[in-house]
């Protein structure tokens, strides 16, 4: 019954000091208008016990389609959903009131209150998030994360033929990271934000905010954004920003996507960073070499062992690590050596980058420079130092800073293309994707298969699949001719202009 349903989600909200209690009629009565509902009879009582939330916000949803409120479309459904859960949000400032209030407690104390807040009002879609299907591959490198992605919804052909029709922009918001984004309504080409709060802050000296990620990859993902449209570049001030983050928030790590296309797996037209809670393979491994710059003689500086080439410099002085950042970036930058295929520039055009990661770990601050390089060629015309074709039936999209540090992002598409790899080894009826046949066709003849063993056989051979993925996009090959190459690298900014020698490995 409609009027229980009603009911409930204004007393969970009156329960969980959401909703003011001077404020229960007024959400009440919004409630009924959203939904397209005249009256309501007072005389029912709320559950006992409460049922789930979002199961009532389901039933709402229904009800407004049934009543033609709205029209059974995934974005219609998603915006009525949004504006729903809005009644029992914050409005911004009291948001970012509790959460600087809670600031002065800990860092963790606030970012627990707004990320439980991002949870309980679904913006952080945590019902779509539970779909994904994620496993590990260990490896001597540690143990790499493999997501299929299930939680973005797929639009129905009813939906994707209204959008070819409808505007793709208003202009307004500019992107998806504007921070006009925040309780703005939607519409089919631009998802529901009604439900969606800002943290403001400061990050060197300009106005930035914090976000939780709607379809989160790992615990507590978020987003800074900067307050300002302006595209993504790694520069000096990139380098300050982040450690300015993590000195501000100590228990989480944050990064940056390169800033060039092919090796930047994000939105380049807005300045933004990604972190969160959660501790990576990468963050946990070793350094092979070690190496000391003269100029910031505070900075501990290696090779990391790693599938892709990663610098890594830690330092209680951010100032010297930020020097030596930033010489690192510089030298890259311009650096070219076409014994391994590194062009620094073509006909104008810049190819070398980094994506940067920045931790606090035992009270010392860590960056970690990924060299990147988006050069294309005849035979990887979709990139040089991108998956190449023989893994693209498992990964072919950019690799960004997520997978970078050792969690794949795969396709949704694979869900139903494994299960029928997985028919196939068994000699089972299938449909095979032609693009798993060789790749299938090498797990028979190389692995005994059984029903009991034929899944955990395929996620360890996705895994691999992961793994050569991430060798692909490193500059540096591990080889003898790639850790060389590596080391010419590192002495090209090991020495002073003098000659004198700057820097040397351990």
């Known amino acids: 019954m409609i009027d229980q349903s009603v009911t409930d989600f204004i007393q969970i909200g009156y329960q969980n000091q959401e909703i003011h209690p001077l404020d229960v009629l007024l ?27 979002l199961e009532i916000l389901d039933t709402l949803v229904d009800y407004a389609i049934q009543e033609n409120v709205i029209k059974d479309l995934e974005s219609e459904r ?46 952080i879609k945590t019902r779509a998030i539970e779909k994904n299907i994620e496993f590990t591959k260990s490896t001597i490198y540690g143990d790499l994360e493999i997501t299929i992605n299930l939680s973005k919804p797929e639009k129905d052909p009813k939906q994707i033929a209204l959008a070819k029709t409808a505007p793709t922009s208003f202009g307004y918001p500019t992107c998806l ?22 943290v403001r802050l400061t990050l060197n000296q300009e106005n930035w905010g914090l976000q939780y990620s709607p379809y989160a990859y790992y615990e507590e993902h978020c987003i800074f954004l900067s307050q300002e449209h302006k595209p993504m570049k790694l520069e000096k001030a990139t380098f300050e920003k982040l450690l300015n983050i993590v000195e ?49 003689p505070s900075v501990e500086a290696g090779i990391v062992k790693w599938p892709m080439s990663v610098i890594r410099l830690r330092s209680a002085n951010q100032t010297e690590l930020i020097t030596a950042a930033n010489l690192i970036l510089d030298q890259w930058r311009l650096y070219s050596d076409k014994s391994v295929d590194i062009l620094a520039q073509t006909n104008g055009e810049l190819h070398n980058t980094i994506t940067p990661i920045a931790r606090y770990k035992e009270k010392k601050y860590e960056l970690d420079l990924v060299l990147r390089n988006n050069r294309t060629s005849q035979q990887y015309p ?35 293309e494994l299960v029928e790899v997985e ?84």
């Open 248 to 296: 501000q928030f100590p228990h989480y790590f944050v990064g940056s996507n390169a800033d060039l296309p092919i090796v930047g797996g994000s939105i380049l037209s807005h300045d933004h960073y990604q972190g969160g809670q959660h501790t990576f393979a990468m963050a946990n491994a070793a350094t092979e070499y070690s190496f000391t710059l003269k100029d910031t």
């Open 177 to 198: 990271l504007c921070m006009e984004n925040e309780g703005y309504e939607g519409h089919i080409n631009h998802p529901a934000r009604s439900n969606h709060r800002i």
């Open 27 to 53: 959400k009440q009565n919004q409630l009924l208008a959203m939904i397209g509902k005249q009256a309501l009879d007072t005389d029912i009582k709320a559950s006992m016990p409460l049922p789930n939330r």
């Open 382 to 416: 979709e990139g040089i130092f991108h998956p190449h074709p023989d893994v693209q039936h498992i990964k072919k999209e950019n690799i960004g800073l997520i997978e970078v540090m050792g969690l794949a992002i795969l396709p949704p598409r694979l869900k139903k």
């Open 423 to 506: 028919h196939y080894l068994l000699d089972e009826p299938h449909q095979l994707d032609t693009s798993h046949q060789d790749w299938a066709n090498e797990l028979k003849r190389t692995k005994k298969i059984t029903t009991e063993t034929v899944g955990t056989i395929i996620e360890d051979a996705v895994g691999s699949i992961f793994l050569r993925v991430l060798e692909d996009a490193g500059v540096y090959k591990q080889t003898d001719e790639g850790k060389a190459a590596f080391k010419r690298f590192i002495n090209s900014f090991a020495h002073s202009k003098g000659g004198e020698k700057n820097g040397h490995f351990k």
């Open 78 to 123: 998603d915006i009525l959903s949004a504006k729903i859960m809005n009644l029992i949000t914050p409005l911004p400032s009291e948001v970012n009131w509790k959460f600087w209030d809670l600031y002065q407690e800990s860092p963790k104390s606030a970012t627990n209150y707004f990320y439980h807040l991002s949870r309980e009002n679904d913006y």
